[in-house]
């Protein structure tokens, strides 16, 4: 095991592909730490802050005990591009917060009822807004949103009217509110009369 360790294939294939996969680990605790952060967690943040430094660490041990070998300081950056991007992929997957949803509607845009009606059938909540903007006057529709509705409300809006005018601004927290219901996955049980099961328990006693 020690000769595999001293051999030329650990030391320029097996170690910087470590060193790769590490850091992209790295750097994606990172990013989402700092997403953690900026929401104010105050349990997730510090655990991923313990594992990020303790990856970086045990990497940059490895380069600096092998110095000499540029290809470690390419394996490190390489590590360093891809964890960024991993760590967006995987902050968008998650989809965690919420998201303010602003919609300017004409006041004279006779679909201005029908998109309303549609959040609201979709389970968004919608407050409305008079307003006057700079071609006249305006409805402004709001609506909170969890980040990972975005897609559906911004299908129900370009739907309604391609040319309506909304802005997305991100929520740091909420309290309370409404959104669509979460799709369940419990297994539906068939219908049980509890009367005539009973009937037929005491008539088996009676037996």
Known sequence: MEGFFSSDLFAWVV??????????????????RIIFVSRGSRLAAPILGFFEV???????????????????????????????????????KLAIGFLVLRIFVLKENPGKESLMEKLIGAGFGVTTV?????????????????????DEAVAIIEKADSRVFYSIEPVKAAHAGIFPAKKSHKIKVPFIDADDTRRRMTGNFRK
């Open 15 to 32: 170690l910087p592909i470590i060193i790769i996969l590490a850091r992209m680990i790295d750097v994606t605790l990172g990013t989402l």
């Open 54 to 92: 303790l990856i970086w660490i045990l990497v940059i041990s490895q380069i600096m005990q092998n110095i000499s070998n540029p290809l470690y300081y390419f394996a490190y950056a390489l590590g360093f591009a891809l964890g960024n991007y991993l760590g967006i992929m995987v902050e968008e």
């Open 130 to 150: 008079e307003g006057r903007g700079s071609t006249g006057e305006v409805t402004l529709l709001y609506s909170l949103i969890r980040r990972k509705d975005l």
